[in-house]
């Protein structure tokens, strides 16, 4: 049996007090989510405060992007070593908009993935078609080139610390969810890929997230579907009324 495993993408959203403020005020109400994996991506400056304000709490803290060097002359990266530093467990990378406005590709990608991993900490990489791909019909063509590409040279050992996200591009922040069979259509497919690619025990492991525009209405009809195994938020991430129903979606 896969957990389930809820994460927030704040994306470019709250001060470090809000972040911190937010975190205080649901870390009672989701305390009781037995059986889920709890997670916060958030942006670099709030880390180390969020990551203390969680501690003691069922809340992860991510980072949503990293580099693949450890230091040196890369100004503006920060490494996977800080951010555990920071306090985070784990990162997100290839995230559709790091992909179409900060210029990521699967080789990026994919060594950020490894430099992360080898660092210690787990990855929720994303994957996903654009709405033009979708009506051209080659939505299982682009995923499948997200997945091998990025996740090339990866071993068995090192795929138990990765979380695919399916986040259909024309999904995200636009409020037109996948429908539930949409998203176990490609969900089956990312998983049949990891059987080719990394056998059948990695496939029925690895947890596969839906993202875009998932709300406290629709989470529990994705969550129903049998390769559905958590979801990447955005927006609804975002107030801690909906991110408490979210992560309690099982109740
Ligand atoms: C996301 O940021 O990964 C996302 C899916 O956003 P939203 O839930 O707002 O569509």
């Known amino acids: 049996m896969r957990r389930a495993f809820i994460a927030g993408n704040w994306k470019l959203n709250k001060t470090i007090s ?13 305390a009781g989510a037995t059986g889920v994996d709890i997670g916060i991506g958030a942006q670099f400056a709030a880390l180390k405060s969020l990551a203390d304000a969680c501690k003691g709490t069922n809340i992860k803290i991510g980072a949503q992007d990293c580099y693949w060097e450890e230091s040196g002359a890369f100004t503006g990266e920060v490494a996977p070593a800080m951010l555990i530093d920071a306090g985070c467990s784990f990162v997100i990378i290839g995230h559709s908009e790091r992909r179409q406005f900060f210029g990521e590709t699967n080789e990026t990608v994919n060594r950020k993935i490894k430099a992360a991993l080898a660092a210690g900490l787990e990855v929720i990489m994303c994957c996903g078609e654009m709405l033009e791909e979708r009506e051209r019909g080659v939505t299982n063509k682009v995923v499948k080139d997200h997945i091998v590409n990025g996740l090339a040279g990866l071993t068995v050992e090192q795929m138990k610390k990765v979380t695919v996200a399916y986040e259909p591009v024309w999904a995200i922040g636009t409020g037109k969810t996948a429908t539930p069979a949409q998203a176990q259509e490609v969900h ?3 998983r049949g890929l990891l059987k080719e690619i990394f056998g059948e025990a990695t496939a029925q492991s690895v947890r596969i997230q839906y ?22 938020v955005g927006g609804a991430s975002l107030k801690p009324d909906s991110f408490e129903k979210l992560v309690n979606f099982g109740k």
């Not at 809000?18 to 205080?24: I, K």
């Not at 009809?221 to 390769?227: F, K, N, V």
């Open 18 to 30: 809000e972040s911190v403020e937010f975190v205080n005020a649901v870390k009672a109400s989701v």
């Open 188 to 190: 089956a497919f990312i």
């Open 211 to 232: 993202g875009g525009s998932v709300k406290p209405d629709n989470v529990k009809e994705l969550m129903a579907q049998p390769d559905v195994d958590g979801g990447l």
